[in-house]
């Protein structure tokens, strides 16, 4: 059973950066893909990026697609969400969510819907 904390959100100004992080404890990281969700108020659940086993393969969401870096450090069993040039729109709360993967060269798409273990999420406020 993983446990993940997501971790780094805060409050920030348009063009600002964050990092957000994903700490997992329970099983180690190897044999799952990881997914950075995030949900505005009002709104559904919008995948954002995902990243497969062995963190060589990732996929990006349009919306933040050339902004948003995914990224995983297998030595301290985590995943990072680096965010660069914020908007507005980007303001939400932020999930990292894991599952079993069967590969280590493709990653989940986006919005894939089978993630079995989820964080409670950070919230990420672009305001001027």
């Known amino acids: 059973q993983l446990q993940l904390v997501e971790s780094g959100g805060g409050l920030v100004q348009p063009g600002e950066s964050l990092r957000l992080s994903c700490a997992v404890s329970?099983?180690?990281?190897?044999?799952?893909?990881v997914g950075w969700f995030r949900q505005a108020p009002g709104q559904e659940r919008e995948g954002i990026s995902c990243i497969s086993s062995n963190g060589s393969a990732t996929t990006y969401a349009d919306s933040v697609k050339g902004r948003f870096t995914i990224s995983r450090d297998a030595a301290k069993n985590a995943v990072y969400l680096q965010m660069n040039s914020l908007k507005f729109e980007d303001t939400a709360v932020y999930y990292c969510?894991?599952?079993?993967?069967?590969?280590?060269?493709?990653?989940?798409?986006?919005?894939?819907?089978?993630?079995?273990?989820w964080g409670k999420g950070t919230l990420v406020t672009v305001s001027s």
């Open positions: 329970g099983s180690t990281l190897d044999y799952y893909a």
């Open positions: 969510a894991a599952t079993p993967w069967y590969s280590d060269y493709v990653a989940p798409p986006v919005n894939y819907n089978g993630m079995n273990f």
